[in-house]
């Protein structure tokens, strides 16, 4: 059984920092590209980073860059996000998720990913 679970997510004030994590079992992690989505009330799940499995080449959401890094730990089979600088806008709910494929596609298309975490929330505060 596939299982992705998100942790990390929080309340903090505009400005602040937060990491989150995503551990995966039951599939195969060291070969997949694997990346981070975010839903907003009412919005639309948005790419926000993508990693490659073997060179960690990333794609980032423009409005993300400079700002939030993902990386991944294939022997732990953890992906990481590191939000600094967080904004109000950046509330939402966060999705690790895996893609069958090696390598990330740039436009982070939510289709192209199989397998999705529950989510965790971050809310930034002015």
């Known amino acids: 059984q596939v299982q992705l679970v998100e942790s990390g997510g929080g309340s903090v004030q505009a400005g602040g920092s937060l990491r989150l994590s995503c551990v995966v079992s039951g599939y195969g992690f060291s070969w997949n590209c694997m990346g981070w989505f975010r839903q907003a009330p009412g919005g639309e799940r948005e790419g926000v980073a993508n990693?490659?499995?073997?060179?960690?080449?990333?794609n980032y959401a423009d409005s993300v860059k400079g700002r939030f890094t993902i990386s991944r730990d294939n022997v732990q089979k953890t992906v990481y996000l590191q939000m600094t600088a967080l904004k109000i806008e950046d509330t939402a709910m966060y999705y690790c998720?895996?893609?069958?494929?090696?390598?990330?596609?740039?436009?982070?298309?939510?289709?192209?990913?199989?397998?999705w975490g529950q989510g965790t929330q971050v809310t930034v505060a002015s």
């Open positions: 998720a895996a893609s069958p494929m090696r390598e990330c596609r740039v436009d982070m298309e939510p289709a192209w990913y199989n397998y």
């Open positions: 990693i490659e499995p073997l060179l960690g080449s990333t």
